[in-house]
């Protein structure tokens, strides 16, 4: 079983950056496949980015790629999410979660994880 708890959110004018971080608990993080996902107000929660157990393979929803990176650092049991080029519609909260499936395929469905963290809100200004 492994606790997520993300930080880094806040408030940001459109153009602007922020960084989110996603700290696990665990020994076993590494073997997880993790995932950012973000829910808007009145919408349902939609899938933004992952990556493979050691970082090899990312993967983003077409409304942040190009503008957001995906990554994690498996030694201090971290994952991030640096985004640039922010715009209104990126206001969400945001949630990091794991996948324990063995595979270790990327999946962007949020019902394929099994931990999701509280949540951190991102709001973009115009």
């Known amino acids: 079983q492994v606790q997520l708890v993300e930080s880094g959110g806040g408030l940001v004018q459109a153009g602007g950056s922020l960084s989110l971080s996603c700290a696990a608990s665990g020994r076993t993080f590494r073997w997880y496949v993790m995932g950012w996902f973000r829910q808007a107000p009145g919408k349902e929660r939609e899938f933004a980015a992952a990556i493979s157990w050691r970082g090899g393979s990312t993967y983003y929803a077409d409304s942040v790629k190009g503008r957001f990176t995906i990554s994690r650092d498996n030694a201090k049991n971290t994952m991030y999410l640096q985004m640039n080029s922010l715009k209104p519609e990126d206001t969400a909260v945001y949630y990091c979660?794991?996948?324990?499936?063995?595979?270790?395929?990327?999946?962007?469905?949020?019902?394929?994880?099994?931990?999701w963290g509280q949540g951190t809100q991102v709001t973009v200004s115009s």
């Open positions: 979660a794991a996948d324990s499936d063995p595979s270790g395929v990327i999946r962007i469905s949020q019902y394929e994880y099994d931990y």
